[in-house]
Nanobody, 124 residues
């Protein structure tokens, strides 16, 4: 199993910066394939914000949604079992509940663990 817990949400103004943190734990953390941040607003599907690949030949590779490229940075601290999302140049359109995700191998299948979410509000 892998558990993830987010922290760091808040209320910001346009142009502000904010860092979200996610701590992961559990007996299967060494099988994690990727860590990521997703976000969701009411009435819409959860969407990818950023991911980082863990392990293998693509270890450390990152991927970002188009509208956050150049503004957001995902990083992983292996020693702390933590993944962060540094958000700069925040916009009102970034307002959402942000979820941490860990994709890991459980037996023969790939499983997903999600946190409870943390609210980010960027005032207009």
């Amino acid at each position: 199993q892998v558990q993830v817990v987010e922290s760091g949400g808040g209320v910001k103004w346009p142009g502000d910066s904010l860092t979200l943190s996610c701590e992961y734990s559990g007996r299967n953390i060494f099988t994690i394939k990727s860590l990521g941040w997703f976000r969701q607003v009411p009435g819409k599907q959860r969407e990818l914000v950023a991911t980082v690949t863990t392990g293998g030949t693509s270890d450390g590779a990152t991927d970002y949604a188009e509208d956050v490229k150049g503004r957001f940075t995902i990083s992983r601290d292996r020693a702390k079992n933590e993944v962060k999302l540094q958000m700069n140049g925040l916009k009102p359109g970034d307002t959402a509940v942000y979820y941490c995700n860990a994709k890991w191998r459980g037996g023969a299948s790939i499983r997903n663990s999600w946190g409870q979410g943390t609210q980010v509000t960027v005032l207009p």
